[in-house]
């Protein structure tokens, strides 16, 4: 049976990447969200188990704690703690899904180690351009704002980890690349340079 694919797709708040990925998955088949865990407060609009699983920090550490480990990956991004289940991506590929995770930079190099993800980094078209989106989003605070901009120098400084880049200036050229990727990487023999035709490794 077709073990599903694991496509991680990181970004600087702010690039865009949560528009890209709604109308992505709304054209691919057999794709599949994973809704991480988090500590920070939901956003208005937000809703708990469907934008993310909504948890205390004592809930978070629980599971982080667990013998072995709940999360494939977990990080501390922007003070707030975020983390991918192990039980819900599992489930997902043993069913042939294809899994989107929407993990920060830190998170991507820890699902590097255990898996082989396709990886793909969403960048802004300059800092400039991301700190107007940022503001006009009216969501944050400028406390907020300095720490996400803050956040993005460095996440943009790991983007040669990743092995594919998009530049979201156009929406509707941004979420064509994205398809194209799925679709291209859906039709790949093999998934790394050894020749193993593996997709996802165990746990
Ligand atoms: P936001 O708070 O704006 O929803 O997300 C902030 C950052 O946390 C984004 O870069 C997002 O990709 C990242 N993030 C969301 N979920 C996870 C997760 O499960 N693990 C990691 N490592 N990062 C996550």
Redesign the pocket.
Known sequence: MHKGLLFVI????GCG?TTILKEVMQRIPALVF?V???T?NPRSGEKDKE??HFVSVDAFMALRDQEPCGFL???E??G?F???SVAEVNARCQQGQDVI????V???E?VRQGALPVTVFIAPPSLEILEQRLRGRGTETEETVSKRLKNARA?LAQVDAYEYVIVNDVLEEAVEALCSIIIAERSRQRRDRRGVALQWAEH
Do not use: C, F, M
């Open positions: 990181s970004a600087p708040s990447k994973s991480s865990h988090t920070r934008h993310y990956e977990w990080a991004v922007h707030n975020y983390g991918t995770l929407d993990i920060d830190q998170g991507a820890q996440e």
